[in-house]
């Protein structure tokens, strides 16, 4: 399986995604976007993975490779393809698809609690998945639903934790693919994000959550392994 990775700054890359792939034998290319490089061509992968980054679906002005990105994560979905976002990149596809990206009530950064929809038992994908588990956070912003969108997950800072279009198309507000380095980052380039709020850990919590990095890892293979 040929995997693209879509990364929007220099900070947040593949992390446990690659070292899912490497496990396997999966060739990852990553398309940096924020130094200019091309977009793939179309069938030059088999899943499509769309990383996070701090900035937000409508800075369009600031970064003028975002509209010809979501004309490109509409096309890969429209063809079949395999489509996992995670952060800014679940929040790519909705508006990609058609749904509104906007501020939610409660910035979540650092670990906290997901819990399972009743519909995402059925899902040939996230019914892998635990009814609840803990994942890493880094988000401002939420989403609503692409048409024909199924809701998969909530938590108790944000309605929209997770969403499906059919089986093949996978968006995640959450993180699995989180590292201790990947983390680290986060905090080392965005330490603003940090003022206390109610779903704001301390930089220290997010630091010392090791066997939480090896589950959500866990996790995210289980995903990955039946989404490819």
Do not use: Y
């Amino acid at each position: 399986m040929r995997i693209v990775c879509l990364q929007h700054v220099s900070f947040e890359g593949p992390a446990g995604i690659g070292a899912w792939a490497a496990a396997r034998g999966f060739p990852v290319s990553v398309v940096r976007l924020f130094a200019n490089e091309p977009l793939p061509g179309r069938d030059a992968f088999d899943l499509l993975v769309i990383l996070g980054g701090p900035m937000s679906v409508h800075d369009e002005e600031r970064f003028d490779w975002l509209r010809p990105e979501q004309r490109f994560i509409r096309h890969a979905i429209e063809n079949g393809k395999g489509v996992l976002g995670i952060c800014l990149g679940a929040q790519l596809i909705a508006q990609a698809m058609g749904a509104q990206v906007w501020v939610n009530e409660h910035r979540e950064i650092g670990w906290f609690p997901v819990r399972q929809t009743p519909e995402a038992g059925t899902h040939p994908v996230f019914s892998v998945l635990p009814a609840a588990f803990t994942a890493f956070h880094w988000h401002g912003e939420t989403f609503d639903l692409p048409a024909g969108a199924t809701r998969l997950a909530q938590s108790d800072g944000c309605a929209h934790q997770a969403f499906a279009i059919g089986p093949r198309v996978l968006g995640l507000q959450f993180h699995l693919e989180s590292t201790p380095e990947s983390v680290e980052a986060l905090i080392q380039n965005c330490p603003g994000d940090l003022a206390p709020g109610r779903f704001v850990q301390e930089a220290c919590a997010m630091r010392t959550a090791h066997p939480q990095f090896q589950e959500a890892n866990r996790l995210l293979a289980s995903v990955l392994d039946r989404l490819g």
